[in-house]
């Protein structure tokens, strides 16, 4: 251990727990020991101190005892200068020491309303904590390989157009950045902002707080994910600490010089398993073990320092990159453009558009052919403005079957995306295009749109997908003569799609992608009951199956049907035996009550009994409010998750709601007694269509929402008011 490191660590740790002593002491004098706090949307308390003890900090009165009991008995001497020993043990725990101190720090901040930081001259309010909503929305991306990591950039690159550079590489490699410190009040995020780049969770480049200490809401986010995915208990800190350095691919780089706060900071994270790299010549910890590969690296050529950060990690990264002139990759999905940055617009209602890809033989594609159709078509499309655009894509394939064809045309929407400065919305005869003034500049031209769709349906179906060409038209005549061809067939996949059913099929579709994460957890993915995360149908599954049959999704074979009411057969019982590794006997597919599905970690919504109502309750992801049994989706998240099936409680999919097999052995759709706006508003038309076919025309209206109750008591007084079918149906246990 360099005593260089060594030595800065423990510095920086002392410099730390004094002011988290300091700050607690006030707040405590100011507000009284009782003072309640916690962090914005988690069930954590402090999360790195309760994921590493255990311990459950609820008031100011806790921290203090935390500091005392849990922190400074961690607190090492500085080493003597004339005597060298290998550190490693202190540094470490000075690390940890470190990050227990800077999240209560930061939990103080909170309280006087100095967190997130705002800062006018930039006209930036930081993100500040990260809430367990986030972790659980980028699940399934850390879990299937779209993010194969995220990193924590501390400080300034040596110039804008540096930092500039290094988060386009980061963003092509579709790594999420997490930015903080600043060099004499310089920082990436500044830099970032200089260079006029949008920073935000949609486009992965996230700005925490301008201090080094801000690094702690991106350490004790990666300290959930061992409680959240993994279904370990607080406390449980040798797993927790090995599941974070084999499972949350994370890192930090740190640009520009460093002092103790930084090297504290940075052991810290080599306690969590996440190395350090630094574009300066400091000295280096090449001993593994406690992380993967290097401790501590550098890597003085900033061309080279990305590369440097993956190899020291170990990250898998897979990029295809169209042969288009703008950046592409899963980071600027999000991007938006406004109005006044864009040059053109297709569809929205502003003229007539459509996109339709359908199988054809293949001896009808020619494969990677772009025609464009329409008159003086390239001239439009530089001056700008509007244009009609109809795209057609004809794919072909010895494996291709005409059930994937809606598959392959979803991801329409992602790919275009994923091309920076080139923005879609909607689909079928509903989408809409806006290409930028930036993307222009750089030399996007029409016939890109058709050099994006080719490549990456290629490349991200190859076993399925042998030929694609596509064909755009940009004359409103043409276009609206094609899409009655278009629109006929989208009718015939919907009257396919309503007549799927879970008899209808001999196969479902496991998805074991989870866990990765949640290790004995199991979709089963069925046509009336998709993935918990709702990321996955049955025809996804069957698609992706096709792609890669040595995947996650595997066929399982329904066999005998054991019990038709619940939904449970021998084939589906005997695959969750062997995959959950004997963990789980069975689940019915139909029930919350008896043996339901088990639950991981990124369910969009959770469902949960309420008694007193003979109902049901849903929540969904993203929703912070208080619900009426209780308890905010954090907290419910933290019973339901874990891969742990828990009677009563269930993690779904949003769309399993409008489903003829939901709670179909409990009673059905009438057993929802509560559930948010948003879910009650997204799901409008197919609701009422649920209700007509349940009987009862307005049970929407009939169902409480948090606009009406919060509580239990409000929720029965409205229930009973309006008559709720729940509150006389036959007990649900
Ligand atoms: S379908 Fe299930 S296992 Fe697959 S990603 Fe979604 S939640 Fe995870």
Redesign the pocket.
Known sequence: MSKVIATGAILGSHYYVKQAEALVEKAITEKGADFKFEFPDTAYFLPQMFAMTGFEVRTLGDMKTALEQKVRPLVSNVPDDHLYKPYLGEALDAGMVTLFAQEMIMAVRYIYGEEPVKDDSIGLTYNGFISDTILRNLG?QL??GSMPGYVVIVGAADSDEQAFEIARDLQQKNILTLLCGNVNGNSVTKQLLRKGVQLGWDTRLVPLGPEVEHAIYAVNWAARAGITFGGMKGGDYKKILKYSKDKVFAFVMVLGPLNDRIWTTGAGAIDMGFPAIANTDIPTIEVTGVTIYEEVAKELDPAKLVQKCIEVRGLKITVSKPPIPVAFGPAFEGERIRKEDMHIEMGGQRTPAFEWLHMTDLDKVEDGRVTIVGTDADERYKKGGQMPLAIVIEVAGRKMQKDFEPVLERKIHHFVNEAQGIWHMGQRDQDWFRVSINALKEGFVLRHLGDILTTQLKHKFNNIVDKVQVTLYVDEADVKEKVVEARKAYLERDIRLATMTDESVDTFYS????QSFAPN?V?V?SPERL???G??NWLDAKAAFEIDPNG?NQPVMKGETLDAVKGRWKGVDEFVYTNSHQALEYFNAYSIMDAPMTS?G??ECIMAIVPEANGVMIVNRGYTGMTPIGMKFSTLAGTVGGGAQTPGFMGIGRFFLTSKKFLSADGGFKRIVWMTKNLKESFAEQFKQRAEEEGIPDLIDRIADETVAEDSDKMMEYLTAKGHPALTMDPMF
């Open positions: 399934v879990v299937d998805c074991l992608l989870c957890h979709c993915v993935g918990l995360c990321a996955y996650a991981c990124c369910f």
